[in-house]
């Protein structure tokens, strides 16, 4: 088994690969991740009292973001198709930081990580609510992607310090 430190996309040729994780126990295995899109307090506004036109902002925002964390792999070229067991979708407005707060939870029982999948959730979430919002501001601002945690597996569990 490698260190945690080495790259495992790369083979000895040094060209890409995926990872076979033919060898790997089957376990539980979630992550969460989150990002933030700030907003002016015109669009603020707006999301909150439903009046984007293209409709409601968070609800959109919420299926593309588990819309997203099923297609992780058509996206991330080195991620295993897994079969996902639940994806979590949580939008938050946060009136003093005038944003939208975006949580992504996926959980599966699998031989390798959800990560990449709670990642993309996030992502798709936010560039979901810049979609729906761009017509009344442009300068909205995606921050904040992160891993929150991560269980399972043999690297462990992991959780961003500040999260907790």
């Known amino acids: 088994m490698q260190n945690g430190k080495d790259f495992t996309h790369f083979g000895e040729e040094g060209r ?6 033919g060898e790997k126990d089957p376990s539980c295995r979630c992550a969460e991740a989150g990002a933030r899109v700030l907003v002016s307090r015109e669009t ?6 439903g009046g984007m ?3 409601d902002v968070l609800t959109v925002a919420q299926i593309a973001g ?7 792999p058509e996206l ?6 897994i079969l996902i ?3 979590d979708m949580s939008l938050r407005l946060d009136e003093e930081r005038c944003a939208v707060d975006i949580r992504a939870a996926v959980r599966c029982e699998g031989r390798t990580g959800v990560e990449m999948e709670a990642l993309t959730a996030a992502s798709v979430a936010a ?4 979609d729906m919002c761009k017509a009344v501001q442009k300068d909205m601002v995606i ?4 891993l929150i945690s991560k269980s399972g597996g043999v690297h462990g569990d992991y959780h961003r310090e500040e999260e907790q």
Do not use: E, N, S, W
């Open 143 to 146: 921050t904040d992607l992160r």
């Open 16 to 21: 890409a690969k995926m990872v076979d994780v």
């Open 66 to 72: 588990i819309m997203g964390a099923k297609r992780t």
């Open 44 to 49: 603020f506004d707006l999301i909150r009292t």
């Open 127 to 130: 560039l979901t609510v810049y």
């Open 53 to 55: 036109k293209k409709g």
């Open 85 to 87: 067991q639940g994806v």
């Open 76 to 81: 991330i070229p080195m991620c295993h198709p």
